[in-house]
């Protein structure tokens, strides 16, 4: 077996849950000692590094013979959850594809990217610094990105997630908002008294929808498409018999490369003083809760070209270059001056209860990284 593919294997059978997506869940400790372990078998040096307690970033290090650039792959160890799937953590192989939780998101591309080493390894590193970072927490608030960018840096990075093989130097950032309706606890019987904050988030249920449309109606971004928002979560009342006194709803804004925090706040305040306008028993309020912005980095730029050919020659045919609609680690390694790209083996199912990653793309994507590593360093 291509030794990509045994690696992938096992990654897919260590339960890396993220315990901040399903509390109580396993969290990397366990893949990140599986990684480490495959990482010193190449002969990197490797040091784990608590980003969370008990959740280890993992940092792999190949030295060239000379000097020379420095480039780091990175990829994230952490999944979300597996409610409704049978059997999450057994790798089948069929078709020509891989099943199983983490297949695609992002597996796949960690064990591309630390094959891609081995075979640099193997061949002898003349030059340069190869860092192979394998970090937590992507799928909630990327803590591991965000330390593992206190410690280190490259003059380039390309991050491993599922592209199709495509090259993408764009993506969509999010944006996290609560938004609480106020209203008047009373007896269900005695409606003069109460005042339902539930119907009165309905209004705000009905702008933000509206609001989505005009998002979705405006001309897109020419590689990521428009933004968007949807409602997550929304809680509030107490029980049958009586009117809520509260109602909150937590939202999800898509941003567009560019877009700032204050824009998308703007837009829920903006409803809700029409709303107070409107009737002045209304009253809503809303908070930022969490936000990381969108990314883009200019095609010309000398990494995508790099890689453009070293994936031709690897792959043998031009891959696409264009953006992802999902957010990734990317924007914080960019965030300090490492200039990203994406990149990574083709599947489907994401989040979904049926996960798999393209066998022969995990091998492509690793050779391709592999010939991206000699020619940039």
């Known amino acids: 077996m291509d030794p990509a593919i045994q690696l992938l294997r096992d990654l897919v059978a260590i339960d890396s849950v993220n315990p901040l997506l399903v509390p109580g869940a396993a969290g990397e400790a366990a893949v990140a000692a599986a990684v480490s372990d495959a990482m010193r078998r190449i002969g990197m040096d490797v040091e784990l590094e608590e980003a969370a307690p008990g959740r280890p970033n993992v940092v792999g290090v190949l030295e060239g013979r000379a000097a020379g650039r420095s480039l780091m792959f990175c990829g994230h160890t952490d999944t979300v959850g597996v409610e409704g799937m049978t059997a999450p953590f057994d790798p089948v192989q069929r078709d020509g594809r891989l099943y199983g939780r983490g297949a695609q998101d992002m597996k796949g591309g960690v064990a591309a990217m630390i094959d891609a080493a081995?075979?640099?390894?193997?061949?002898?590193?003349?030059?340069?610094?190869?860092?192979?970072?394998?970090?937590?927490?992507?799928?909630?608030?990327?803590?591991?990105?965000?330390?593992?960018?206190?410690?280190?840096?490259?003059?380039?990075?390309?991050?491993?997630?599922?592209?199709?093989?495509?090259?993408?130097?764009?993506?969509?950032?999010?944006?996290?908002?609560?938004?609480?309706?106020?209203?008047?606890?009373?007896?269900?019987?005695?409606?003069?008294?109460?005042?339902?904050?539930?119907?009165?988030?309905?209004?705000?249920?009905?702008?933000?929808?509206?609001?989505?449309?005009?998002?979705?109606?405006?001309?897109?971004?020419?590689?990521?498409?428009?933004?968007?928002?949807?409602?997550?979560?929304?809680?509030?009342?107490?029980?049958?018999?009586?009117?809520?006194?509260r109602c909150t709803l937590k939202l999800e804004r898509r941003t567009l490369p560019g877009e700032r925090d204050a824009v998308v706040t703007g837009e829920v305040e903006g409803i809700l003083a029409r709303l107070g306008a409107a009737d002045r028993e209304f009253e809503g309020t809303s908070r930022l809760l969490f936000a990381r912005p969108g990314y883009e980095l200019d095609a010309t730029h000398e990494l995508p070209v790099a890689l453009t050919a070293a994936a031709t020659r690897a792959i043998g045919r031009d891959p696409h270059v264009g953006g992802m609609t999902f957010w990734t680690d990317a924007a914080v390694l960019a965030g300090v001056g490492i200039p990203s790209v994406l990149f990574g083996p083709g599947g489907a199912g994401l989040h979904s209860t049926e996960e798999y990653v393209i066998v022969e793309d995990v091998c492509r994507c690793r050779d391709a990284l592999a010939e991206l590593a000699r020619a940039w360093c």
């Open 118 to 245: 081995r075979i640099i390894a193997d061949a002898g590193f003349a030059r340069g610094r190869l860092v192979i970072a394998a970090v937590i927490d992507e799928e909630y608030a990327s803590a591991g990105a965000d330390a593992l960018v206190t410690r280190w840096r490259a003059d380039a990075a390309v991050v491993t997630e599922p592209t199709d093989l495509a090259i993408a130097v764009a993506h969509k950032g999010f944006a996290w908002i609560e938004v609480e309706t106020h209203g008047r606890a009373a007896h269900g019987s005695r409606p003069a008294e109460g005042r339902d904050a539930i119907v009165r988030m309905g209004r705000v249920l009905l702008a933000l929808e509206e609001l989505d449309r005009a998002l979705q109606r405006r001309s897109p971004h020419a590689l990521v498409g428009t933004a968007s928002l949807h409602a997550s979560l929304i809680d509030g009342g107490r029980e049958l018999s009586s009117y809520p006194d």
